[in-house]
């Protein structure tokens, strides 16, 4: 793996001379002649591929341990949401995006954020409260966002963004455009009405939307079968006449597989898709939740730990010869002093001001 990764796109307040932007998503997938919207056909470009994948979600992964670490410190405040244990499913869908489509999603949104080329600066100054983060350290954790990337939030109120993806879709499709908008959210999200709204407009109106559920078995310390009538969610899409599918979120090829069927509906039918994509936190619901909880038993968390995306993507590439140890060993390194130097510049970042406070609360609709 390279160390010498540019980044195709900059995150807002990331800075001109961002020594953390080695997260250009796929870059070097595509340099080697693959698409990454399309299935690898030589060894050379099948590796450049999975390599890619793995250091998407590696970063994710060690960004947010250490983002654990900063939180249990006091560098970090307020909500704080990991998303540990899930980044196939960020992966996966996101490695099959254009630059020009669109993802919308909850306040989990660190590892979406990132697989979206947001660089590891932008998202830890945010997550610090500081200037430089990506929304100038008045979002932190739970409202990431970067309309360059066309990243729209991080949104904590569960499923109040799913009527905006419907909007956005609905804004895609009127315009004549052939991208998408992504819209994730977790499961529990489905027993609320604003799911039911949008994704019937969605449905009625073939907007090109891809609704993403990430199925993490829990809401905060609610199991699904407490809480929902039906336990295969994806069954759900029959309501809004919407092809629908489960998928295993631990896979990063299933999410990849079923993304890109969804996918090419939206941008050549303009056809909703709705995916149930199982997968497992495993962390608490947030930072101030214990790992295990008492909602669940170690021994479930052990047997899911055991199905762990990042464990299952090494393996696989080892047996096809696509990561040797050694640079299994040097992209660990890399990220990990990429996580450090986003640290270091968070540390450094100031605070905003105080006269802040009352920009960027309404939008100037005389300027541009
Ligand atoms: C409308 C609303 N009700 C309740 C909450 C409190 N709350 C925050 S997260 C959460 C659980 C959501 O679970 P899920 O949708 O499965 O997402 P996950 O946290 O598992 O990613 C709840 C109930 C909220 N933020 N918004
Ligand atoms: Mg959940």
Known sequence: ???????????????AADASATS??????????????????????????HQEL???MLLQRRFEERTAEMYAIGRIGGFCHLYIGQEAVSTGIISLLRPDDYIITTYRDHGQALARGMTPRAVMAELFGRIDGCVRGKGGSMHLFDKSLGFLGGHGIVGGHIPIAAGVGFAIKYRGGDQVIVCFMGEAAVNNGAFHEALNMAGLWKLPCLFVIENN???????????????????????????????????????????????????????????????????????????????????????????????????????????????????????????????????????????????????DTTSD
């Not at 250009?24 to 030589?42: D, I, K, Q, R, W």
């Not at 390194?333 to 990429?338: G, L, M, Q, S």
């Open 1 to 15: 793996m390279s160390t010498t990764r540019t980044n195709r796109r900059k995150g807002a307040g990331a800075g």
């Open 24 to 49: 250009a998503p796929f870059a070097e997938a595509v340099a080697a002649g693959v698409s990454a919207s399309t299935t690898p056909t030589t060894p050379e470009a099948r590796k450049a591929l």
């Open 54 to 56: 793995l250091h998407s």
């Open 217 to 363: 078995r829990y809401g905060m310390g609610t199991a699904v079968e407490r809480a929902s009538a039906i336990n295969d969610i994806y069954k759900r899409g029959a309501s809004y006449d919407m092809p629908r599918e489960m998928v295993d979120g631990q896979d990063v090829f299933a999410v990849r597989d079923a993304a890109e069927r969804a996918i090419n509906r939206a941008r050549t039918e303009s056809t909703p898709t709705l995916l149930e994509i199982r997968t497992y936190r495993f962390m608490g619901h947030s930072m101030s939740d214990a790992v295990s909880g008492t909602y669940r038993t170690k021994e479930e968390l052990e047997s899911y730990l055991k199905r762990d995306p990042i464990a299952l993507l090494r393996a696989r590439m080892e047996a096809d010869g696509d990561l040797t140890d050694a640079e299994w060993q040097a992209m660990d390194a890399e990220i990990k002093a990429v996580v450090q130097d986003s640290i270091d510049f968070a540390e450094n970042s100031p605070e905003p001001p105080l006269e802040a406070l009352h920009e960027d609360v309404l939008v």
